[in-house]
């Protein structure tokens, strides 16, 4: 039976070759917007609607029928749809949202990550997949100096 491997041999080799060979589903262009970051977007059509498969990844804010910016807010891919005002849809793309990596550095401690932004001092950043003390420290740090710039913007 030395027929079998070769014939499994040969038959997981055209499987392999086609389907490299089959060109990918056209899915539209992917659009990439890095978390905590945004990004403008021109059209060429005027909008009406524009839908977010998933808000909790992208927030877009219209600031015009032409013009929109797109705000990474959680790693992840979505999807974004375009209506114009025939009500028809002239935009349908993916909408991938990463981390921000320029100018950061990540310290691993054995399973452990921290990351920091340095522009050029380090300082500890939130970002998703950290250690989950050095995360709700800085949160809990950032959240209290947002508080005192409020207060203080208030009190004018």
Do not use: H
């Not at 989950?132 to 409020?150: G, K, L, P, V, Y």
């Amino acid at each position: 039976m030395v027929l079998r491997p070769a014939l499994a041999a040969l038959i997981s080799n055209v499987l392999i070759f086609s389907l490299a060979s089959v060109p990918a589903l056209a899915a539209g262009p992917l659009i990439n917007v890095e978390m905590d970051q945004a990004k403008v977007i021109e059209l060429d059509k005027a909008a009406s609607t524009v839908i977010v498969g998933n808000p909790a990844i992208v927030d877009v804010q219209v600031l015009s029928s032409n013009r929109l910016v797109l705000t990474g807010k959680s790693s992840g891919i979505t999807n974004m749809v375009i209506l114009g005002e025939d009500g028809k849809p002239f935009i349908d793309e993916e909408v991938s949202v990463q981390s921000f990596e320029a100018n950061t550095v990540r310290v691993y401690r054995q399973a452990s990550r921290s990351t920091y932004a340095c522009t050029p001092k380090c300082v500890p950043t939130i970002t998703i997949g950290d250690n989950m003390e050095n995360f709700s420290s800085a949160a809990q740090q950032q959240t209290q100096r947002q508080n005192i710039i409020d207060q203080a913007a208030q009190s004018r």
